[in-house]
């Protein structure tokens, strides 16, 4: 069974500290990671897509990676802005395009 | 306006009321899903559509229906509402590299 596991559950950081998020998964033929943002009562944000080990994303403030066991979502400098709840999802050999498999994400505050 | 669109935002009915949320989309894009998302169990797939003609149970379908109006619309029924069906329930569209596009959500409470 495919299964996505983030940690940790919270974090909170100080404005500018840099920090990152992880996402292991166990998977059956991995065809895609997917990070997204969800504020609180909005619906989750498309951040990035990962196809491959060693491929990298950035978007201002976010660089995602990923590995052939885990995802890192890495913060530099993080602003209160920041502050959400970031979930990574996988689509797999299984899946195909029926569906994502979500973690439970990893809720952030960053504090000025 | 967005691209994805969910009417209601939020909605309070009774166990037993029959409940349908609404989905439209003006992306243009075909696959389109609806899910349920509960405080520490992430988001679970209830059903998706990759066209009119095709629909598809998720992983909890049980209690719940839904309607492929037209390739933009995608409705989500609830028969007879229970209060374990009290979540926030999000449309999505799928997009050509398998991301999803997510409404802003409806909010669900059975009392």
């Known amino acids: 069974e495919d299964q996505v596991t983030q940690s940790p559950e919270a974090l909170r950081l100080q404005e500018g500290e840099s920090s990152s998020l992880n996402c292991s998964y166990t998977?059956?033929?991995?065809?895609?990671l997917f990070w997204y943002r969800q504020d609180p009562g909005k619906g989750p944000e498309f951040l990035f897509t990962?196809?491959?080990a060693g491929e990298e994303k950035e978007k201002e403030r976010l660089k995602a990676t990923l590995t052939k066991k885990e995802s890192f979502l890495h913060i530099t400098a993080p602003k209160p802005e920041d502050s959400a709840t970031y979930l990574c999802?996988?689509?797999?050999?299984?899946?195909?395009?029926?569906?994502?498999?979500f973690g439970t994400g990893t809720r952030l505050l960053v504090s000025p | 306006d967005a691209d994805v669109t969910q009417t209601p935002r939020n909605r309070i009915t009774k166990t037993g009321k029959r409940i349908m949320l609404e989905c439209s989309q003006t992306?243009?894009?075909?696959?389109m899903y609806w899910y349920r998302q509960d405080p520490g169990l992430g988001l679970r797939l209830i059903y998706y559509?990759?066209?009119?003609?095709?629909?598809n149970k998720g992983e909890i379908s049980d209690g719940y229906s839904v309607s492929r109006q037209a390739q933009a619309k995608f409705s989500l029924s609830l028969e007879s509402a229970i209060p374990n069906q009290t979540a926030l329930y999000f449309c999505?569209?799928?997009?050509?590299?398998?991301?999803?596009?997510f409404g802003e959500g409806s909010r669900l409470t059975v009392l």
């Open positions: 999802a996988v689509r797999t050999m299984n899946t195909g395009f029926q569906k994502l498999v």
């Open positions: 998977v059956s033929g991995l065809r895609g």
């Open positions: 990962l196809y491959s």
């Open positions: 992306k243009g894009h075909d696959r």
């Open positions: 559509s990759f066209d009119v003609k095709d629909i």
């Open positions: 999505a569209v799928g997009g050509d590299s398998g991301e999803l596009f």
